[in-house]
């Protein structure tokens, strides 16, 4: 019974579960994160501003009918003399306002397609938020997860040494001290493994919060792969990095919005050409009297066309126009400004991941080379006290230690895959 439990528990673990790598966890947070979704949908409304401004271009149609009554003295449609009328009038029109020419139009055209530009940097930079997030969370749970399965390795290696002490205490090959000094430390490894435990769990709750899951039925895994070697050893990389970040990019694009805003400002001062076409036509009666000529009769006798162009020059809106271009300058003044604190702050970051790069690279060969001295320490070590010649306590420690340069190996081997992702979101 106990093995066909134990059958079923891995069967709905299989079902049930799922491991995602750090590629599919990528995968699904840069489709699916609230945040992507927003700056996509940006880019769309950007698409749909410049739309508009182009529509401007265009010529509107419209269309309008009048029914009205007039009782008593009024203007008689049909002799335009003034009479005591009681009348009905119907009048029907088609107007075709356009503007010929607006340099405001094709500023804000330019002006939109701008913006466009940027939202798309926008987008690019939300990507690179996310998965620079999500990396350093997935490496964090990798982290507290290996950390928890040496504390488990430590707790089970002291609980067999506890049972082997014990017998070789009953033969009388060891000192009972040797099982106090043991039990002293099972308790305070146990402590830091509930501790590791709860970490575990919520390294786990951020990783999933960084991607944008719900499900908590996934546990994620590391592809156990060389750490890659990025070449960063030219002297202008942090500068080619800097090139390619969309922060960056983006605030060259701000510079060019807040130009064209003082464009766009300053086409209040152009004049603007406009023109008209009107067509009408109406059918008028006296109430109560004979009946008028047919309503087709009259609607072809009353047509009426009508065309007419415009020219509107500015010349005094009160400073209006001046005061909204120095207005505009001073936020291009403020633009630039911006710029050069994204320059600081960017070049200051990729430094960084240069420096922690290249310290992650030296530190995990200074492990490597070193972990096979260690390991051979720990067989002598063992060697020592099966034979009697190292007690248990001192034994403990020294197990313990070459758990620990284990787990400090794969940490800087995990430190400098880590670092190694963070560089590849930046060289996209």
């Not at 979704?37 to 698409?47: F, G, P, T």
């Not at 290996?146 to 040494?161: H, K, M, N």
């Not at 951020?206 to 546990?219: E, R, S």
């Not at 209006?320 to 600081?344: C, F, M, P």
Request: glycine share 2%.
């Amino acid at each position: 019974m106990k093995s066909l439990k134990y059958i079923l528990i891995l069967i709905s673990s299989a079902i049930f579960s799922q491991n995602w790598t750090l590629q599919k966890s990528l995968d699904y947070a840069l489709k699916n994160h609230p945040l992507i979704k927003q700056s996509i949908l940006e880019v769309q409304k950007s698409d749909r501003n410049i739309a508009i401004s182009k529509g401007n271009l265009l010529p509107s149609v419209n269309a309008g009918i009048n029914h009205n009554y007039s009782f008593g003295s009024t203007i008689d449609p049909s002799t335009n003399s003034r009479k005591t009328l009681n009348t009905q009038y119907d009048q029907f029109r088609i107007s075709v306002p356009v503007e010929l020419f607006n340099w405001k139009n094709y500023a804000e055209i330019s002006l939109r397609k701008l913006n466009k530009e940027s939202s798309e940097y926008r987008l690019r930079s939300a990507k690179n938020d996310i998965s620079l997030n999500v990396i350093q969370q997935f490496f964090q749970y990798q982290y507290d997860k290996a950390w928890l399965e040496v504390l488990q390795t430590q707790i089970s290696g002291i609980e067999e040494q506890i049972k082997r002490t014990e017998k070789e205490v009953e033969i009388g090959n060891r000192p009972k001290s040797d099982i106090y000094d043991i039990k002293a430390n099972l308790g305070t490894i146990k402590e830091q493994w509930i501790s590791a435990q709860n970490q575990k769990e919520l390294s786990k709750n951020n990783l999933q919060n960084a991607i944008g899951l719900l499900d908590d039925k996934i546990d994620f895994v590391l592809n156990e792969e060389n750490p890659e070697n990025v070449l960063i050893n030219n002297e202008d990389f942090v500068q080619k990095l800097l090139e390619k970040n969309p922060l960056y990019q983006n605030a060259i694009k701000q510079n060019e919005i807040a130009s064209k805003s003082i464009e766009l400002a300053k086409s209040d001062y152009y004049p603007r050409l406009s023109g008209m076409y009107q067509w009408s036509t109406f059918f008028s009666k006296e109430l109560g009297a004979q009946p008028a000529n047919q309503f087709s009769e009259q609607f072809k006798q009353n047509k009426n066309n009508y065309v007419s162009f415009g020219l509107d020059v500015p010349i005094f809106n009160r400073f209006q126009t001046k005061n909204r271009i120095e207005l505009a300058k001073l936020s291009a003044e403020n633009t630039s400004l911006e710029k050069d604190k994204v320059v600081l702050e960017l070049t200051n970051n990729l430094k960084t991941i240069e420096i922690q790069y290249r310290n992650a690279q030296e530190k995990y060969r200074a492990l490597e080379e070193n972990f096979e001295n260690q390991k051979l320490s720990f067989q002598k070590s063992e060697e020592k006290y099966k034979e009697g010649m190292m007690d248990a306590y001192t034994f403990f420690m020294v197990r313990n230690s070459w758990l620990q340069a284990n787990y400090n190996l794969i940490k800087s081997r995990y430190d400098l895959m880590l670092q190694n992702e963070l560089v590849k979101v930046y060289l996209k």
